[in-house]
């Protein structure tokens, strides 16, 4: 109890003094970055899962080869998740005398659980929300159709198509449907109907290829529960969908912004950190002749020890609540802000951010008191006698290893990737020690320096000199801080031009199959004639796959995703030269002299999948015949381009004489729908895959996350900046009794201050170098190794860098002490 | 009857190293206090007193000797030992009054009494705050004291436990010339009512020649031992 009093007595003394208040301003404010941080990354991410769940028309679906088992809805009614299904299946649908294989969709009550469909009165263009129309799914003997089937059956509106045993009427054509998963290739045009009327049409029966879905939604908690319970119950053919399975890449620019965000949250960590160590030298100063008189006074060290630990407690708890209710009202501003940026509402942050704030806050007050608690335990209570005794000693530093392993801990725990994580922390003992060297070969050289002939400059320098500890830690605290800002800058600005790289606006949104070799040059005459250039043909062959190693396909041995990849038709293709979005990760790809050879280069992800390798030999069955064809290099193939792309690819004059047909990706602008109805009226045969709906949505989750990301560097770059302040006023009560004492020896306030500025000068100048030499090695790390995009050296943001601290560092000194510098200074005498 | 000493000091010496020389600070002191004993050290700056006076208190540990406080060996002690006994049997006055800032006056006096787990601390503070005058004062912090009355805080602090001895560092150093008496007078009333051993360091002489005997320090040595009773 005494202790606890003590502690309390202490702590508002030390409050009033302001040695504390800078310490609990700096984890207030680090908390406040990393919770407000945490608040928003949450609800981004809450937010970017539900745009996906537009994509996949629910949050969670469970798709299986047979009817569900009861036990899947049973259980997610127990939970009281929102939950419909559909089924789907391919089959003819006649009109007249024509038909055509269509893929069915038959949908329930509440479908999708996600995102709209679009529907309209007419095939091409327009197409309304058909959740604002009185029936959101087609009502029972009516279907909606793809644009596609109505131009190939030459359906109208009302007309009848037959399915199976029944006569279903055409009401609608449907524009765009969420859930439009798999393998776009595969795609017959949709026919979407109620599930009430499919059993009238005794298409399903025992055999019959059908998938059967069950979607769900709920808040993520609930959802990623009952994904829990739903995993082991799963049984042959059933399988669990979420945004992560459903879209690759929407997966990989999702991945990129978890990983980005997390990066801001470390960054919100380490700039605590920092200020925090900076903030706590003047308090554990004056911390020390506290214990020195009452260890003269007899008191024990396990007294000192509990004054220090309820301290420690007192200063974690109210800085992290503070920090957390700040976070908190931080991210609500932030939220309606970003209102304007998101179309859907933020879903409500979960409480993780709290308990996160919480723990980072415990831990780094303790990480940053736990190696002063030694020393003010044994604080010598000659002290008293001698002022000199005790005091800090930079030596010591070597001892903050506490410190460093619970910045690790918090690093990895925020970077949620163990490279990540790992690359940010080698950056950043890297930095230290760099730094340390740096800024002690720095005072070392000062000291050997030739008296300067500028009073100032000799008084600014001076002042580094005394203190060649303080420096040390001021030039990292302060590195450290610009290090995370011009890290953020950077990667920022790859992540984002990556991105918008890889999806430019022209991105092909129409694929062209079916293409009969004989017709290539007239459809590209076509083209051309139409406006639309350089459309380049990839041949394709089907081909299944027998053996591999001449042993007879096993597709038991695959899981579910490879299995279905390993029994379906593959697409063989050849060329000569590889696409340029392609890189060779193993093996090389062919020269020309190879023409003809049996070589197979085959994509990274499916090689994996079905766990093939180099030389290995793959038999194909094509068109009757069997082929031999060893895998001789594999490539990775960014698939979000939206180019065209193979599994498969062989080099030329080998697959020639089998029958193939070619394939074609190209950009149509919006309006110019009419030049491919009348390609297609031409060509009847070839068959046009629209994919601009899905682009669009693609590029609009792009778009809200870049928004996303460009507020939470807004957010990290004024916590850093805030907490750079918080570093520098850390050291005000000592520069304030030196400005004082010049001042009483006569030197004028424009000498004091700009004795301040070139200190400062000097500490940003060291700074802002090692900062931007370290953050470009870590930005190159982070790009190339963990984000995989290319980095390029950016002149601009280094260069802005370096000026904007060495010009701002001086400026927020100069701030932190002006109002002193203008008092006389017999005031200053009596204040210190 | 022989009273048994409240301070001894044997063959005390003390030696620091400074840029790799050994420096003799105090060299084979032997000194005997007896209780109720009013002791000057005095000496010029440099001459060893501060050093002396912490290793008598046990704020410091002594390169060879030892030092007996009622006869217990405080030189043999660890940190904590030597802090019990601190509590047990001392008292101290600095020049610069060393009060904390963080707590009242009422609660700086309660603070040693606390520390040795006295059950009535506030009502022997609040004695001890009366008998120097300062019983309007309690609620007061240091720094909304003048510089006697902190001075008067600190000797109450000092008197409140009702040590065996008492150790002043120069108690005038900071004080003005009126107020430096006053604060002495104070001080040896205090001590005389109490019948507290004293050991004074100064370099004030008039100061010393109210103690009954005055100890000259030079270069880590007593010059001279007895010198007689103040007038």
């Known amino acids: 109890m005494l202790a606890f009093s003590l502690a309390l007595r202490q702590l508002r003394s030390h409050w009033q003094a302001g040695e504390v208040r800078v310490l609990l301003l700096a984890l207030v404010l680090a908390i406040t970055a990393t919770t407000?941080?945490?608040?928003?990354?949450?609800?981004?991410?809450g937010s970017i899962n539900s745009q996906g769940g537009q994509l996949l028309g629910a949050d969670l679906v469970i798709n299986a080869d047979h009817p569900l088992p009861e036990q899947y809805l049973k259980e997610a009614q127990k939970r009281k998740l929102q939950t419909t299904s559909s089924l789907e299946f391919p089959s003819m649908v006649i009109h007249a005398d024509a038909s055509q294989l269509a893929e069915i969709k038959a949908v329930g009550e509440g479908f999708p659980l996600r995102g709209d469909l679009t529907v309209s009165q007419q095939a091409i263009g327009g197409g309304v929300s058909a959740k604002a129309q009185a029936a959101s799914i087609p009502s029972s003997g009516s279907v909606w159709i793809a644009p596609r089937l109505a131009q190939i059956l030459d359906l109208k509106i009302g007309d009848t198509v037959d399915l199976g045993n029944r006569k279903l009427q055409v009401t609608a054509f449907l524009q765009n449907e969420p859930s439009r998963g798999g393998n776009m290739f595969n795609i017959a045009p949709r026919l979407l109907m109620n599930q009430a009327d499919v059993a009238s049409t005794g298409l399903i029966q025992f055999?019959?290829?059908?998938?059967?879905?069950?979607?769900?939604?709920?808040?993520?908690?609930?959802?990623?529960d009952y994904a829990a319970w739903a995993k082991p119950q799963l049984q042959k053919g059933e399988r669990i969908e979420d945004l992560r399975s459903a879209r690759p890449e929407i997966r990989s620019a999702r991945d990129k912004a978890e990983q980005f965000l997390g990066l801001a949250a470390m960054v919100g960590v380490m700039l605590a950190m920092v200020a925090m160590f900076l903030a706590s030298l003047p308090y554990i100063q004056t911390s020390l002749d506290t214990y020195a008189l009452m260890r003269c006074f007899g008191a024990t060290k396990k007294l000192i020890m509990q004054i220090l630990l309820w301290q420690t407690i007192l200063l974690a708890l109210t800085g992290s609540l503070v920090g957390c209710l700040l976070g908190y009202a931080a991210q609500a501003g932030l939220a309606s802000l970003a209102g304007r940026l998101f179309v859907e509402t933020l879903p409500p942050p979960s409480l993780m951010p709290v308990l996160a704030g919480l723990v980072t806050g415990f831990a780094a007050m303790l990480a940053v008191v736990w190696p002063h608690l030694r020393r003010l335990q044994h604080v010598p209570a000659l002290r008293i006698l001698r002022r000199d005794l005790g005091d800090f000693d930079v030596a010591s530093w070597l001892s903050f290893i506490p410190a460093i392993l619970v910045l690790a801990a918090l690093i990895f725990w925020n970077a949620g990737d163990l490279?990540?994580?790992?690359?940010?922390l080698l950056g950043l003992l890297g930095l230290v020690f760099v730094t340390g060297l740096l800024a002690w070969l720095a005072s070392k050289a000062l000291q050997r320096l030739p008296e300067a002939n500028s009073s100032t400059w000799k008084l600014g320098l001076a002042a580094m000199k005394r203190r060649p500890g303080m420096t040390v830690a001021q030039v990292l605290g302060f590195s450290l801080g610009l290090m995370a800002l011009i890290l953020l800058a950077l990667v920022r600005g790859d992540l984002l031009q990556s991105w918008q790289a890889s999806l430019p606006a022209d991105a092909p949104n129409r694929f062209m199959i079916n293409i009969q070799p004989a017709q290539i040059s007239d459809i590209k005459q076509f083209l051309s004639d139409s406006g639309i250039q350089g459309i380049e043909m990839s041949p394709m062959v089907r081909a299944r796959l027998l053996a591999i190693n001449h042993k007879p396909l096993d597709t038991s041995q695959y899981k579910d995703e490879a299995k279905r990849l390993a029994e379906r038709e593959f697409n063989l293709s050849w060329a000569e030269n590889m696409q340029q979005d392609n890189k060779i990760v193993a093996g090389q790809w062919w020269t020309k002299s190879d023409a003809g050879k049996p070589m197979l280069s085959l994509e990274k992800g499916i090689a994996e999948s079905l766990k093939l390798k180099l030389g290995d030999v793959l038999t194909y069955n094509i068109g009757g015949s069997e082929l031999d064809l060893t895998v001789s290099s594999l490539r990775k193939v960014e698939w979000d381009t939206m180019r065209t792309n193979f599994f498969a690819v062989t080099p030329p004059g080998l697959l020639e004489n089998f029958s193939a047909s070619y394939i074609t990706s190209l950009h149509l602008e919006k309006g110019q729908e009419e030049t491919l109805n009348r390609l297609v009226k031409r060509f009847p045969n070839i068959t046009i895959i629209d994919i601009a709906a899905l682009l669009d949505q693609v590029q609009q989750i792009i778009t809200k996350m870049t928004h996303a990301i460009e507020y939470v560097f807004a957010f990290s770059l004024l916590a850093g900046v805030a907490v750079l302040y918080a570093a520098l006023i850390a050291t005000r009560a000592e520069r304030i009794r030196e400005a004082t004492l010049?001042?009483?020896?006569?030197?004028?306030?424009?000498?004091v201050t700009a004795a301040v500025l070139a200190e400062f000068l000097s500490i940003g100048l060291i700074s802002?170098?090692?900062?931007t030499l370290t953050a470009s090695g870590l930005a190159w790390y982070i790009s190339t190794q963990t984000l995989g995009i290319p980095y390029t050296f950016n002149w601009h943001t280094s260069l802005l860098a370096l000026i904007g601290s060495i010009l701002l560092v001086p400026l927020a000194a100069w701030l932190a002490v002006r109002g002193f510098l203008n008092q006389p200074p017999r005031n200053l005498l009596n204040s210190i | 009857m022989q009273t048994p000493l409240a301070v001894e000091a044997i063959e005390l010496s003390k030696t620091v190293s400074s840029n790799g020389n050994e420096l003799s600070i105090l060299s084979k002191l032997n000194l005997a206090i007896s209780h109720g004993e009013r002791v000057a050290i005095v000496g010029s700056s440099g001459s060893g007193k501060s050093t002396l006076l912490g290793l008598l208190a046990g704020l410091d540990s002594p390169t060879s000797g030892k030092v007996l406080i009622s006869q217990e060996n405080i030189s043999a002690q660890d940190e904590d030992g030597r802090a019990a006994l601190r509590a047990k049997y001392m008292g101290f006055v600095f020049q610069s009054f060393q009060l904390l800032p963080s707590l009242t006056a009422l609660e700086n006096v309660m603070l040693p009494l606390q520390l040795t787990g006295k059950a009535n601390a506030r009502a022997i503070a609040l004695e001890a705050l009366e008998k120097v005058g300062l019983a309007d004062r309690l609620t007061h912090y240091p720094k909304q004291l003048s510089g006697g009355e902190q001075q008067r805080v600190a000797i109450a602090r000092a008197f409140a436990p009702k040590p065996a001895i008492l150790f002043a560092d120069e108690p005038t150093g900071n004080l003005d010339a009126v107020t430096g008496e006053r604060i002495i007078d104070?001080?040896?009333?205090?001590?005389?009512?109490?019948n507290t051993t004293l050991v004074l360091v100064t370099h004030d002489m008039s100061l010393a020649t109210r103690c009954e005997r005055t100890l000259h320090l030079k270069s880590g040595h007593f010059t001279e031992d007895y010198v007689e009773a103040s007038a």
Not at chain 1, 742 to 751: M, T
């Open chain 1, 207 to 224: 055999g019959s290829r059908a998938r059967y879905q069950l979607l769900l939604a709920s808040d993520r908690a609930e959802i990623a």
């Open chain 1, 419 to 424: 490279k990540l994580g790992a690359a940010t």
């Open chain 2, 186 to 194: 104070l001080l040896f009333s205090l001590n005389e009512a109490a």
């Open chain 1, 36 to 45: 407000s941080v945490g608040f928003f990354t949450d609800r981004i991410q």
């Open chain 1, 742 to 751: 010049l001042r009483v020896l006569g030197a004028s306030r424009k000498q």
């Open chain 1, 768 to 771: 802002a170098v090692v900062a």
